[in-house]
């Protein structure tokens, strides 16, 4: 069976330019993102899916760096760009993350993708209800899901963010196109944020890769937030998904 990861990273972000390029000591946070991916026992094959601007020059290099695939597509219709960043590789299952997580955690990937093979559904993931933190965001769906989102995907939201199109349609929404599944937490931890959109949550991020390490588990980065009030109400302001909001608006 094969199982390609595809995360998205850019250049530019209009909250917070070249974020994936921040570093925490010697290393970038993209850097630690795709080590942390890579630790996930399920996943055959690893794509950083970026785009053709001319700061992505950087990512290709540091994909490169880490062993993983690279694909340079469109800016704006990244449906397009993760699309055709896997279709060559025909894989059975296609699992998405994106690089403003830099702590996604490799245990969780592997537990969403068992949960959608087991289950013999077309989708799951853990943000249809969300459970974990803002920062784990996991999906994995059939490619015979992702095909057909991006032949029949119209609107700008469905097209700038990749699965509106499969999660609108989902069984857990009342669709009818893909079964679907949501994977939770045994502890709601959906109101904390580790995720990388501002500077303050480059700060949180920063703090927990320092004092938690790049390799721990997302629940060690929690209790570190629980214990440390000061750090946790850096980023408690924004929202989750801010960015999917906008796009909605502009629909």
């Known amino acids: 069976m094969k199982i390609v990861a595809v995360t998205q990273a850019r250049y ?75 279709k060559d590789m025909n894989p059975d299952y296609v699992v998405r993350v994106t690089s403003d997580c830099p702590l ?20 799951a993931s853990n943000t249809l209800k969300p459970t974990y933190p803002d920062g784990i965001d996991t999906e994995v769906f059939r490619f015979s899901a992702l095909e057909r989102a991006y032949n029949e995907a119209i609107l700008k939201s469905e097209r700038e ?31 904390y944020r580790i995720t990388v959109d501002t500077q303050e949550d480059f700060m949180v991020v920063k703090e927990l890769l320092e004092n938690v390490g790049k390799e721990a588990g997302w629940i060690d980065y929690i209790k570190y937030l629980d214990s440390n009030q000061r750090v ?20």
């Open 12 to 86: 530019g972000s209009t909250r917070l330019p070249a974020k994936v390029l921040k570093k925490v000591g010697d290393e970038t946070l993209l850097d630690i993102h795709l080590q942390r991916i890579l630790r996930a026992a399920k996943i055959t094959t690893l794509v950083v899916a970026t785009t053709i601007e001319e700061g992505s020059d950087e990512i290709v290099r540091i994909a490169q760096r880490n062993g993983t695939e690279c694909y340079r597509g469109s800016i704006n219709d990244v449906l397009e760009r993760f699309y055709f960043a896997v």
């Open 104 to 123: 996604i955690d490799p245990q969780v990937i592997d537990h969403v993708i068992t949960t959608c093979i087991s289950t013999g559904c077309d989708y």
């Open 161 to 191: 963010h990749v699965t509106p199109y499969i999660k609108k349609n989902s069984s857990f929404n009342g669709g009818n196109l893909f079964t679907s599944v949501n994977v939770e937490s045994s502890v709601d931890c959906s109101e």
């Open 232 to 251: 946790r109400d850096l980023n408690n302001s924004h929202m989750r998904d801010e960015g999917y909001a906008k796009s909605l608006l502009n629909d």
